[in-house]
């Protein structure tokens, strides 16, 4: 949880907000079941009893708490998962929006699912629906329904049914909730709550506002909505930072610091190893470790450089020019300060996913659109590169990249060899939009397979020194370096 954000401290603001307003909606934008440490070993269950929670009651239903679907949750896609994410669903004291979700027969079911929400706050009706990307297609889904159609659907239904002002909680990109606001009058909702991007941002469409919270609840979003004159309605929105200044409910806390607790010694035990397994100190830092998603995300940083240099230097001997690793994959979201341990834990919580990682070989005229892509919708997207073997300049307000120089490929070379995680080009994920690049570009390697969190820890546990992870200007940023 670090120091700042966390399910206690919006239980804690959601308390501070009741005791001024008598009617408080809470919404969740999905990606919570999914990916975490503790949700590698209980697949959600922890989650589903902390947001329980935020009501302050462990046992009562909740009918002013609504989430969506985030791609995250259908980390388990397979049809044998269905049993358990039914299990998981009808242990939720809140309701899961599916307006766009199309489900195979006999897969996801429960009473807490609902395509809309009607909501009556002493004569003033709210209505409720949601939209989820397509970009995971678990095998328990038939199809998605577009964003316009189940705009076109379902605004006009709940106006129908009298709602004076229609929600649209969203998970997908910031572009599609701002085309969601250009659809004809009678398909746009009057706001949008959403996800998917990972940190804050608030924009308008026409005077409607779309409205996005820090992930790992660092922020939240309070729109004070008032209808005291039906004519006008009025929304004034409020990023609240969630910083560790912000109090947290010391009953949640106490739930969550127990429930990280047993995850970590089943963990341990797991392994045959002692119920602190997790606290083994692996190195010391130096200097702070980047690793905060607003930064390991849009940025070149120290933790980045570190990894793709130790991924470089693994693939040598098999003629590596370049390491590009997805900074989605490297999930920590928090810094390691200096003159502090790295433990166990701290990578367990880096690389949730497996991090295997291949040698491709490519012609050097795709390393521009590579580049491109990268630094494409630069709002902390995981699939910015964290590099090594090249220096190029980056101009966000540009949108543009320029000066590409390969440190470790010949001029004359006609084609490149990179390193990536198996992600990027497996047949069986959308590449992280690398489309470019597939696994027919797969060479022979006997590094193929190494485990990025392998080989990390392996570094650390040799490592004789404090580690002195620097910034060397290889991805240079007009916006805040002075780029030659």
């Known amino acids: 949880m670090g120091e700042t954000g966390g399910l206690a401290r919006v239980r804690a603001l959601r308390e501070q907000i009741l005791a001024e307003y008598p009617h408080v909606l809470l919404l969740h934008a999905g990606d919570f079941l999914h990916p975490s440490f503790i949700s590698k070993q209980d697949n959600g269950l922890a989650m589903i009893q902390t947001l329980n929670r935020l009501d302050g009651d462990l046992h009562a239903f909740d009918d002013y708490m609504l989430v969506t679907w985030g791609n995250h949750e259908f980390d388990k896609g397979r049809e044998r998962h269905v049993p358990m994410m039914n299990a998981l669903l009808k242990q939720s004291e809140f309701a899961w929006l599916d307006s766009n979700i199309n489900w195979h027969p006999d897969g996801i079911d429960s009473e807490h699912l609902t395509a809309y929400r009607l909501l009556d706050f002493e004569g003033f009706k709210i209505g409720i629906y949601s939209v989820t990307t397509d970009m995971v297609h678990p095998e328990y889904v038939e199809s998605f329904d577009s964003y316009a159609e189940t705009s076109a659907h379902y605004v006009p239904w709940l106006r129908n049914q009298g709602a004076d002002f229609v929600i649209a909680l969203t998970h997908h990109w910031m572009p599609d909730d701002l085309a969601m606001m250009a659809l004809p009058e ?286 060397d200007g290889r991805i240079c940023n007009v916006m805040r370096d002075s780029c030659q």
């Open 186 to 471: 009678n398909h746009r909702p009057d706001i949008i709550f959403g996800g998917h991007e990972h940190h804050a941002l608030t924009e308008q469409v026409d005077g409607r506002w779309v409205l996005k919270a820090d992930a790992d609840g660092a922020s939240a979003i309070v729109a004070e909505i008032d209808f005291n004159d039906a004519d006008q309605i009025r929304v004034q929105p409020q990023v609240v930072a969630l910083d560790k200044d912000f109090p947290q409910d010391p009953d949640l806390l106490e739930m969550i610091d127990h429930l990280t607790e047993i995850n970590d010694q089943v963990y341990c035990q797991k392994l045959q190893a002692d119920n602190h397994c997790l606290e083994e100190v692996l190195a010391v830092t130096e200097t702070q470790l980047w690793a905060e998603e607003t930064e390991i995300r849009r940025f070149e940083t120290n933790l980045g450089n570190l990894l793709a240099d130790l991924v470089l230097d693994t693939f040598d001997s098999c003629g590596a020019n370049l390491a590009l690793l997805n900074s989605g994959s490297i999930r920590l979201n928090q810094n390691i300060p200096a003159n502090a341990n790295i433990t166990v834990k701290h990578l367990e919580e880096m690389f949730p996913y497996p991090s295997d990682l291949r040698l491709i070989e490519f012609d050097r005229s795709l390393l521009t659109p590579i580049l491109n892509h990268s630094i494409s919708s630069w709002t902390a997207n995981g699939h910015w590169l964290q590099v090594a073997g090249l220096r190029f300049v980056h101009d966000p307000e540009q949108q543009s990249i320029r000066d590409i120089h390969l440190t470790h490929t010949p001029d004359t070379a006609e084609t490149i060899r990179a390193v990536v995680p198996f992600y990027l080009i497996s047949d069986d994920t959308d590449h992280d939009g690398y489309d470019m690049i597939n696994e027919t570009m797969i060479l022979d390697c006997d590094a193929n397979g190494t485990q990025l969190k392998q080989l990390f820890k392996h570094s650390l546990m040799q490592s004789k020194q404090a580690i002195n992870a620097k910034r």
